[in-house]
């Protein structure tokens, strides 16, 4: 599939011509990754951030938001559950929070190591490339770190760090995590306003480009207290002929085309894609090409300030509620639970 094909269902609204997309998506799915949906057990370690995403809930400048940090039992809690329940993986994620230090995040990795037999994959925004190998060494698998889009103008307009540059670096740590040993994880949002067909398209190709090992597609959920939210909420009327929708079959659309140019990597049904349906979201994901979900581990009370987007699905669910949906989103899919840690080339 080239370019021109990717636009072409871009822009294909009928839904009898899309069946056969998600037919196409769905069997290169069967053939390359199997049945198996993996389970990544999500921990929201922060919500402390220092930088100003311009679509993100918990940018430093939402001073209405209530932040925290979870203890290290705290954390250590849901890895036990997490374990307890047969999960492959545990991801660490935070906003950019400088009050951890380097070394206290890799006596985590450890003692979480210690606690368990899991993948650890980190998702703790941008750093530097010592960190990554002291994390590296002390036991972490995986890194994500999604690069939004492709299109440096508008990277440089949803984020206020007017440095140019900022996507090449962002890209440059992709890089840097695959040459390290890490499985990289990316990924993007579909429908953030002004994206074009043309640069979806091209974060498709980029995907391929940088052999990503995982990547998390969702839709742009505008929040109340952000300026792109504000702007959205206020007076953006979307021209969909020129610029991409956050819809819900636009986002089917891009895991569908993702599965079938990039066959084996790992696409999640996202946690955005429950939020804005959360009756068969994730069904719906994992029949259109997804093969993992990320169940929320975090407890209730965190994860409700956790707060990147509004409405964030199962936010007020303990984790035992979640894993049970979990469960049944799987079973309806026709699907069965992974074994193993999940990776991307079984090693
Ligand atoms: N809507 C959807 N996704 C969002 N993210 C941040 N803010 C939003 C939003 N308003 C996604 C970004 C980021 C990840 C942590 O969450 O892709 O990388
Ligand atoms: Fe911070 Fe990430 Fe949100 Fe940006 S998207 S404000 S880096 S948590």
Request: charged share 30%; with cysteine; aromatic share 8%.
């Amino acid at each position: 599939m080239n370019k021109e094909d990717i636009l072409y269902w871009l822009r294909e609204k009928d839904e009898h011509k899309l069946n056969k997309l998600w037919n196409m998506a769905d069997s290169v799915r069967k053939q390359f990754v199997g049945d198996e949906v993996h389970l990544r057990g999500l921990i929201e370690i922060s919500n402390y951030c220092k930088k100003n995403c311009l679509y993100c809930g918990i940018r430093v400048y939402n001073t209405k938001l209530t932040r925290y940090r979870m203890r290290d039992d705290e954390i250590l809690e849901c890895v036990k559950f997490a374990r307890k329940n047969g999960y492959g993986t545990i991801v660490i994620q935070s906003g950019e929070d400088t009050y951890f230090s380097r070394d206290e995040i890799a006596e985590l990795i450890i003692k979480i190591k210690k606690h368990a037999d899991v993948a650890i994959t980190l998702s703790l925004g941008e750093c530097d490339e010592q960190s990554l190998k002291i994390w590296k060494e002390a036991g972490a698998n995986r890194y994500l770190l999604r690069f939004e889009t492709s299109d440096e103008e508008l990277f440089e307009r949803i984020h206020t760090a007017k440095q140019s540059k900022s996507l090449e670096r962002r890209i440059r740590q992709i890089e840097e995590l695959k040459r390290l040993g890490y499985e990289a994880g990316s990924g993007i949002m579909i429908g953030i306003p002004y994206q074009t067909y043309e640069s979806l398209a091209n974060d498709i190709l980029l995907f391929k480009k940088l052999d990503i090992d995982m990547i998390g597609i969702g839709p742009y959920i505008p929040h109340p207290e952000t300026p792109l939210g504000r702007e959205f909420i206020k007076d953006y009327k979307n021209d969909e002929e020129r610029f991409v929708p956050n819809t819900e079959i636009m986002t089917y659309k891009v895991i569908a085309l993702t599965r079938i140019i990039c066959p084996d990597t790992n696409i999640p049904a996202t946690t955005a894609l429950a939020t804005i349906n959360t009756r068969e979201g994730r069904i719906l994901g994992l029949k259109r090409g997804a093969n993992v979900i990320m169940p929320n581990l975090t407890p209730p009370k965190y994860k409700k300030l956790y707060e990147i987007y509004p409405g964030k699905s199962s936010a007020d669910d303990e984790p035992e509620v979640i894993h049970q949906n979990v469960l049944k989103v799987i079973e309806q899919a026709g699907r069965r639970v992974g074994k193993g840690m999940g990776n991307r080339r079984e090693l």
